[in-house]
């Protein structure tokens, strides 16, 4: 790299000198230029104003929980289309500072040439969050001031206007919307009112009421069925006494029965003892058993004779005031049993009518459940909405009053003092340098265009010659005078043109 | 200024010569000789000494003054510009070297016509007759541009090409002295068309062979036209012992170059001398 560059300025330096004649008239053709730029560059001014706006729109805090707000994506964009409408333009236009000499109106051409002008010279851009800068350009200062300022003005105004106009379309919006729940609500009011007429029934008591009544007749069906089955028992009891009148005999042959079983007890008893010291066939051993046998005998004989009168079939109907007694209290027992059964059945009736009433009580509840429901969530919005319809009322009055406003000048447009962008200072100083460098770029270029050797360098490494020796000429006594006289010259060109920078630079200065 | 005052003022500068002619210089001579001539076939010291005699018994009057040396761009022993005496020098050690032969012939050529390749040949000879020992020839071979004739004024002197036309003339009397010490030069004649074919001629081999063989420590240098302009430096080249090329800057293309070297052949080519680079 250092090769190279040693290489670039030997080069140029070299260049330069051959060709001072072309470097002199390019370095003073590029001087002019530049001054005769400089000195007829015009002088932009630019007048600018802050304005500071609150992000947040009105709609939002007030729809928060309830809807939810678009929001503004690119704010200056839109306070440049604010700015810049035609309607804005014309305002502008109507200034002082832009008025015709004449005083006459502008025809449509020459309006709509000073407002391309006009959005070409606008600037609207946004610094910060919520921060709109409008700056305004022109070669009169006092124009791009009063500019700057109507535009401010227009902006403010129009955006006041735009927020009055937000603030009353929230309020309508959500008027309207209150009035959309209100009949909703009346709807579902009617609905339920209707329902409820059609089932008179279903009054909030009915249920209760109807489950009362299946218990108490729940209750009453168990008395009858206790009652039922102490009137079977005692029917049972008395058929039961009655059948025993006619079994006196039967009575004498059980106790005689009784009596024989005793004796035969007894006599085993004796037996045993007797059994003790005598074999079986001791007499008294014979005896008992003998006696023991016969007992026995008598009481098959007995049960025999005891259940024969039975098989024989004749009827045995007692008869007696005992018994006419019993079967009154029969006939009246079967009476009573025959009118608990036939109340058992009608309250087991009721009671299924009362269930099936229990249904369609459910039914009718859960329809109302429904109804409510609808009711209830209508009910609710319609609460909020009425709030909130309250508050935008009151954001639209201070809107209205521009109690409430969120956009102000945080900075006013001011009359510019000195020009902005490029001035006369920096085309004078880019001359200075570029009118240098372009003579310089210029033989460099030629140089290059010219495909001739001017490398050391390049012979070396290229050609693989041997290179015996590097020779200049030496000047002579005559050259050195030329020579001299060439720097002279070219010092005295830099000289003179830098004088007339120095000049100009003075002539402006002093205005 | 007329006539007469230039010859009074040429006569005072002359008388001046012959002052600074007894002037030693010698010390810096041998000096450089020692140092720059390493690689330089050595000599006896008796053969040396012979040598020298030799050449200090030539005539030697009307050399230049240091200020005409300096307006014809010629370099001397007391040259201010040292740096620039050096590089001749090492031009002619490493020729020296090159070249084991005694009395090589140099031809001085450049890649495309321009003036300084002429002013290349007359150092390089000055150089070569700045020791006291050598003697150098130098021969305008440039025809039709011959700058040297300037240099040397002799401007209107019968030289190469009256000699190699006609056969009345001796080698040696086309063989002039010059304004520089132990440098003799031969003009190249009046104006002539067609010189390659006198180039040719076994006349021209002769004439260098009978001036080289002259002085045996006299190397002979031919200026000769641009390789690429005229077929006379072509011709030259098999008449020469070594080519230089002269390569100027800025004046000629990399492919105009390596023409040049390539028409010169790698045994000839001794190597380029890069002009004002």
């Known amino acids: ?511 | 200024m007329s006539i007469l005052e230039k010859a009074y003022l040429k006569s005072l500068s002359e008388n001046e010569n012959d002052k600074d002619k007894k002037i030693p210089r010698k010390s810096d001579e041998d000096l450089l000789g020692i140092n720059n001539e390493v690689t330089v076939p050595k000599k006896n010291t008796q053969e040396l000494v012979s040598s020298r005699k030799g050449i200090s018994r030539m005539r030697q009057d009307g050399y230049f003054s240091t200020q005409e040396l300096a307006e014809k761009r010629l370099i001397h022993a007391n040259m201010k510009d040292t740096r620039l005496l050096d590089r001749y020098r090492n031009l002619r050690t490493k020729l020296l070297s090159l070249c084991k032969k005694e009395n090589f012939i140099t031809m001085i050529t450049s890649v495309v016509p321009e003036n300084d390749s002429s002013l290349v040949a007359a150092n390089l000879a000055a150089t070569f007759a700045l020791d006291e020992a050598k003697t150098a020839m130098l021969i305008e071979a440039n025809i039709h541009n011959p700058l040297l004739n300037n240099l040397f004024e002799y401007r209107h002197q019968a030289g190469l090409i009256d000699y190699l036309e006609a056969e009345k003339w001796q080698a040696g009397e086309v063989l002039c002295k010059t304004g520089v010490q132990r440098l003799r030069y031969v003009p190249s004649g009046l104006p002539r068309e067609n010189s390659a074919e006198y180039f040719t001629s076994d006349r021209m081999r002769d004439f260098i062979s009978e001036l080289v063989s002259r002085y045996p420590d006299r190397y002979p240098i031919i200026n000769a036209p641009s390789i690429m302009d005229s077929a006379d430096a072509r011709i030259l080249i098999d008449l020469c012992d070594k080519v230089v090329l002269v390569v100027p800057y800025g004046k000629c293309t990399e492919e105009e170059i390596m023409h040049a070297a390539v028409s010169i052949g790698e045994e000839k080519l001794a190597g380029i001398v890069l002009n004002e680079f």
């Open chain 1, 1 to 511: 790299m250092n090769t190279f560059l040693a290489f670039l300025i030997r080069v140029i330096r070299k260049e330069v000198w051959h060709k001072w004649r072309l470097v002199s008239f390019i370095y003073i053709t590029t001087s002019f230029v530049f001054l005769v730029a400089a000195w007829y560059w015009p002088r932009i001014y630019s007048s600018s104003s802050t304005v500071l706006i609150d992000q947040e729109t009105i709609l939002s805090p007030l729809m928060r929980g309830t809807a939810v707000t678009t929001q503004v994506a690119d704010r200056s964009r839109i306070a440049r289309q604010l700015i810049l409408s035609n309607q804005s333009i014309a305002k502008v236009l109507e200034a002082d500072v832009w008025r015709k000499s004449d005083n006459t109106d502008f025809t449509p051409k020459e309006f709509d040439y000073l407002s391309e002008t006009i959005k070409n010279k606008v600037e609207v851009e946004s610094s910060g969050s919520n921060l709109i800068q409008i700056s305004f350009k022109d070669v009169d200062p006092n124009k791009a001031y009063i500019t700057t300022k109507i535009l401010t003005d227009i902006f403010i105004r129009e955006s006041d206007l735009g927020k009055q106009a937000e603030s009353r379309s929230a309020y309508e919006f959500i008027d309207n919307q209150v009035s959309i729940y209100h009949a909703k609500l009346k709807n579902a009011e009617n609905a339920i009112k209707e329902f409820r007429s059609k089932n008179i029934d279903a009054s909030p008591d009915a249920k209760s009421n109807v489950n009362n009544r299946l218990i108490e007749l729940k209750r009453e069906l168990e008395g009858v069925e206790l009652e039922l089955s102490a009137t079977e028992s005692l029917l049972k009891s008395k058929q039961a006494q009655l059948a025993g009148e006619g079994g006196a005999e039967n009575s004498s042959s059980i106790a005689k029965e009784t009596l024989l079983n005793e004796r035969i007890i007894e006599l085993e008893r004796r037996l045993d003892e007797l059994r003790l010291n005598y074999k079986d066939t001791y007499p008294d051993i014979i005896q008992l058993k003998g006696q023991i046998e016969s007992l026995r005998a008598q009481i098959t004989a007995e049960v025999l004779k005891r259940k024969s009168p039975q098989q024989e079939g004749v009827p045995n109907i007692p008869t007696g005031a005992v018994a006419q007694a019993l079967r009154s209290e029969i006939l009246i027992a079967e009476n009573t049993i025959t009118t608990l059964n036939s109340r058992r059945e009608q309250i087991t009736n009721l009671i299924n009518n009362e269930k099936i009433t229990l249904d369609a009580i459910n039914d009718v509840e859960a329809e109302i459940a429904e109804l409510t429901r609808d009711y209830t969530v209508n009910q609710d919005m319609y609460q909020n909405l009425l709030e909130q319809r309250e508050n935008a009322r009151i954001s639209m009055n201070i809107d209205i009053e521009k109690r409430g406003s969120t956009i102000k000048v945080q900075e006013p447009a001011s009359l510019p003092v000195t020009p902005k962008g490029v001035r006369f200072a920096h085309i004078i100083l880019a001359g200075l340098v570029i009118s240098f460098l372009i003579p310089v770029g210029v033989v460099y270029a030629l140089t290059i265009l010219d495909q001739k050797v001017r490398s050391e360098l390049l012979v070396f490494e290229q050609f693989r010659l041997p290179v015996l020796a590097s020779v200049y000429s030496t000047e002579t006594p005559n050259e050195r005078r030329k020579n001299l006289l060439k720097i002279a010259i070219m010092t005295s060109i830099v000289i003179v043109v830098w004088s007339g920078y120095s000049y100009a630079v003075l002539l402006r200065l002093q205005g």
